[in-house]
């Protein structure tokens, strides 16, 4: 990311003093090994927040809190959800709390304050849940590596492709109007045009919608078999009831980003959720042993199924385990601490059977088709229906020519005509 990127972001210039700050710390190898966690436990993601702190607590707790020997410390600071406390915070963390790196931040605008940050300091900086596609393609920073999370436009594809095969010939897309909603989109519209699909109109909504009615009248009146709506947090609980409420229930086939048919909004709502179908690496009704012993220790430790957000910060902080483990709990040295995140490989997870990074630092999965269904009488989850193999942030394209292509906007949503 240049200079004018970071300050698109309100991102200051990075200081010769803060960018030597991490190879110059002497750390006593014998101490805590430190981890600064951002999450906004403030504001209006902060519910997203505490359940990121609740999943990277969880794990650390079952390993005791230690690494090859080393206790570990996990300090919190509280980003607001905003890219400026963002920065400070990370700041902090940095140059007064002295950790050995950083992880966490639920929002894309703070991650890219903070990745600004530490491409000048060279501290490490692990993502679990930012999906921004660049920061894992065309401004891919060395020390930023997303362990344990996807990039926005990666699930969208096999969802896309698993339309098609279903007969859908026709899609309306609805979502939020930024830059997670816009790759999303894209990586939907991109595979299922090219799959011989038609993109029949695509809406774009601010933030925060009250009233959903006029956008439904536009689906209603498109001609197209089903939608596709990227939505997250209200606006996914606002979207999904004034959808059943409308009577559009049933005459539409309802496809949505995971982040839509997650548990941390399905857990709010009733009926109106049973049937949508979305694709992602984490289904919490799956039989695999794996989540249900997470599903489990979870639900014990804070008395609800958790979330995509729980769920990646506890398998992040399982990824971070295992490289300290790798390296002998010798953090000190970024580089080699940062080869062996980069060549872990963790298997029998939450999010399936095997995890590894591609070479731009972003996992690659077995993403399953998951509709929503009936848990019991009371509770919902989603359950896997199909599965793809293999799937990169790239999908079926080389990544050389992918990226060759503009980044997904509102713009350039990669629709064949």
């Not at 409420?245 to 982040?259: D, E, I, P, V």
């Amino acid at each position: 990311m240049d200079r004018r990127s970071a300050m698109k972001f309100g991102i200051a210039a990075v200081s010769a003093q803060s960018a030597s700050l991490y190879t110059g710390m002497a750390y006593g190898q014998s101490g805590p090994i430190r981890i600064g966690l951002l999450a906004p436990q403030t504001g209006v993601v902060a519910a997203g927040g505490k359940e990121m702190i609740e999943g990277f607590n969880l794990y650390w707790n079952e390993v005791k809190n230690q690494a090859a020997g080393r206790k570990v410390e996990i300090i919190i600071e509280d980003d607001a959800g905003n890219p400026d406390t963002a920065l400070q915070k990370a700041r902090r963390l940095v140059e007064q709390q002295n950790v050995h790196f950083l992880a966490g931040n639920f929002l894309a605008n703070t991650g890219l304050a903070v990745a600004s940050y530490v491409k000048g300091n060279k501290v490490p900086y692990f993502i679990p849940v930012i999906a921004a596609d660049e920061l894992t393609q065309r401004a891919r920073i060395d020390n930023v590596i997303r362990i344990a999370g996807f990039a926005a436009s990666q699930m969208q594809r096999p969802l896309a492709d698993w339309a098609l095969k279903q007969g859908i010939r026709k899609v309306v897309t609805i979502s939020q109007d930024y830059t997670f909603g816009h790759e999303q989109c894209g990586g939907f519209a991109q595979t299922f045009s090219e799959g011989g699909g038609t993109i029949v109109r695509q809406i774009w909504h601010p933030l925060n919608t009250p009233d959903f009615s006029p956008y439904l009248g536009q689906i209603q009146e498109s001609g197209a078999q089903a939608v596709f709506a990227m939505e997250t947090g209200a606006d996914a609980t606002r979207l999904i009831t004034q959808w059943s409420n409308y009577g559009m229930r049933g005459k539409f086939t309802f496809l949505g980003a995971q982040n839509a048919a997650d548990q941390s909004v399905i857990r709010t709502l009733g009926d109106e959720c049973e049937g949508i179908v979305s694709a992602s690496h984490y289904a919490e009704g799956a039989d695999a042993p794996a989540v249900k012993k997470f599903v489990s220790s979870y639900e014990a430790a804070y008395k609800k199924t958790p979330s995509i957000y729980g769920c990646a910060m506890y398998c992040g902080a399982r990824w971070i385990h295992a490289a300290l483990e790798k390296v002998g709990g010798r953090v000190e040295n970024g580089a080699e601490f940062l080869n062996a995140v980069r060549s872990t490989t963790l298997t029998d997870t939450p999010f399936g059977p095997l995890i590894r990074l591609d070479a731009y630092g972003n996992p690659i999965y077995d993403v399953v088709i998951r509709r929503v269904v009936k848990r019991d009488a009371n509770r919902l989850w989603n359950v896997p229906i199909d599965k793809y193999t293999n799937v990169s942030q790239f999908g079926k394209y080389d990544p050389e020519t992918y990226l060759k292509q503009p980044a997904y906007s509102r713009t350039f949503q990669g629709v064949k005509s």
